[in-house]
Antibody, heavy 119, light 110 residues
């Protein structure tokens, strides 16, 4: 059974850096073709794709957010970390961790974690 | 990359069929077969309903079908049921090697 769970702060201040961790089970990020990524959703708004890291450490970023994002993996811990710098209130939303296979859309999603950016 | 364009809302009565469209560009939908559709109920994570334009994951009802023509993809739901009321999002792989979502369509079952 594949599961993913997001963890991190629920509240961050403007200009701060957000660090989110995705802890997963039921698969390995050592397996060819496997990727773990992040997608977010502001309250009442649409999904926005953020970043993805593949088993071979290939990393993909949303062009509009690339300068603010860093994604890394720790295969031994079954974890993927997303770092987003210079947080702004518009970054408030639910952040989802997902699993996908090469060029396949995310099929497995975590429950999501709500992050609020406010002073 | 810009978000894919979806109609904001659509409605239908139980038993009817509805179609949701999703328009992209030659940089995404127009180039790849990697178009997918998600269903999202309030407060829940999205659920994959269609991938590779018209394929259904295991367990997804055959009432859900997908197609593509040029830069536009479509999701059709036949035999509408009350449980189909949700938000629907299209998504496409892009020539940048990333993914892009649509703005979402709210389906109301009358």
């Amino acid at each position: 059974q594949i599961t993913l769970k997001e963890s991190g702060p629920t509240l961050v201040k403007p200009t701060q850096t957000l660090t989110l961790t995705c802890t997963f089970s039921g698969f390995s990020l050592d397996t060819g073709g496997v990727g773990v990524g992040w997608i977010r959703q502001p309250p009442g708004k649409a999904l926005e794709w953020l970043a993805l890291i593949y088993w071979d450490d290939d990393k993909r970023y949303s062009p509009s957010l690339k300068s603010r994002l860093t994604i890394t993996k720790d295969t031994s811990k079954n974890q993927v970390v997303l770092i987003m710098t210079n947080m702004d209130p518009v970054d408030t939303g639910t952040y989802y961790c997902t699993r996908s296979l090469t060029q396949d859309p995310p099929e497995y999603w975590g429950q999501g974690t709500l992050v609020t950016v406010s002073s | 990359q810009s978000a894919l364009t979806q109609t904001a809302s659509v409605s239908g009565s139980p038993g009817q069929s509805i179609t949701i469209s999703c328009t992209g560009t030659s940089g995404d939908i127009g180039t790849y077969k990697f178009v997918s559709w998600y269903q999202q109920h309030p407060g829940k994570a999205p659920k994959l309903k269609i991938y590779d334009v018209s394929s259904r994951p295991s367990g997804v009802s055959n009432r859900f079908s997908g197609s593509k023509s040029g830069n536009t993809a479509s999701l059709t739901i036949s035999g509408l049921q009350a449980e189909d009321e949700a938000d629907y999002y299209c998504s496409s792989y892009t020539t940048s090697g990333t993914w892009v979502f649509g703005g979402g369509t709210k389906l109301t079952v009358l």
